[in-house]
């Protein structure tokens, strides 16, 4: 299979952390892309293999066997599926929908903190600093609301929905270093519980090169 990436990217962090949990790590090619800063509002020129994976022009993006994904929630779901017998995510069932709600407030973090990173690359004269501001009341109101009704699901099993956070936890302090703690103290010290696994260790966000 192979798998388009950055080392920046959340979305493409969760993939690959699914992905070293599930020991699977031999069966990928993975394919860096590179993004200059103006990707926060320009299509850019991609690589010409890239740009025939997927439409989308995003990462990250899996060719599998005859089947092509282009979002890292239908790739965790084909990974889990396929190679994982559903043990990062539940086939069906309560367990399934109490971790699908939890990703869905994680993802709309990340989402925010990617919308966010986007309108910060925009010029001086085109950044609206009420969207940033929005994007951040997103995010900390999310990251209270994981602690209120989803930390107390998390079981001792490091799966999907608990990934996800990680991640979205761990961009924060990475991208912005804002003190999102405060809104979510106990979420923290369950971050700073699992942020030593060896899956989170070998995935830690780097810049992306530009060219
Ligand atoms: N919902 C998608 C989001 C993917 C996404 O937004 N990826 C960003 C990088 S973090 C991207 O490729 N941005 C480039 C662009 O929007 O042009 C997913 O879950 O994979």
Redesign the pocket.
Same mark, same amino acid.
């Given at each position: 299979m192979r798998l388009y990436v950055t080392p920046a #990217? /959340? %979305?493409v962090r969760r993939v690959r952390v699914t992905i070293l949990e599930l020991g699977i790590e031999n069966r990928f090619e993975f394919v860096q892309t590179k %993004?200059p800063h103006s %990707?926060g509002t320009q299509t850019v020129a991609v690589a010409p293999d890239f740009a025939a994976a997927t439409p989308v022009?995003? +990462? /990250?993006a899996l060719i599998a066997d005859g089947v092509t994904l282009t979002? #890292?929630?239908s790739i965790c779901d084909y990974l889990n599926a396929e190679f994982g017998d559903y043990r990062l995510l539940a086939r069906e069932g309560t367990a399934r929908w109490q971790a699908l709600a939890a990703m869905a407030i994680a993802g709309a973090i990340i989402e925010a903190q +990617?919308m966010q990173r986007a309108e910060l690359l925009r010029s001086d004269e085109e950044r609206s600093n009420d969207f940033i501001a929005k994007m951040r009341d997103r995010s900390f109101r999310c990251f209270a609301d994981l602690e209120k009704h989803h930390l107390p699901r998390f079981g001792a099993a490091f799966e999907l929905a608990q990934i996800t956070t990680a991640v979205a936890c761990s961009y924060d302090d990475w991208r912005y270093g804002r003190d999102w703690r405060s809104s979510a103290p106990k979420l923290a010290a369950w971050y700073d519980s699992v942020a030593d696994r060896p899956s989170l260790k070998a995935t830690q966000p780097a810049e992306t090169p530009q060219h």
């Open positions: #990217s /959340p %979305w %993004w %990707w022009l995003r +990462i /990250p979002d #890292s929630h +990617i």
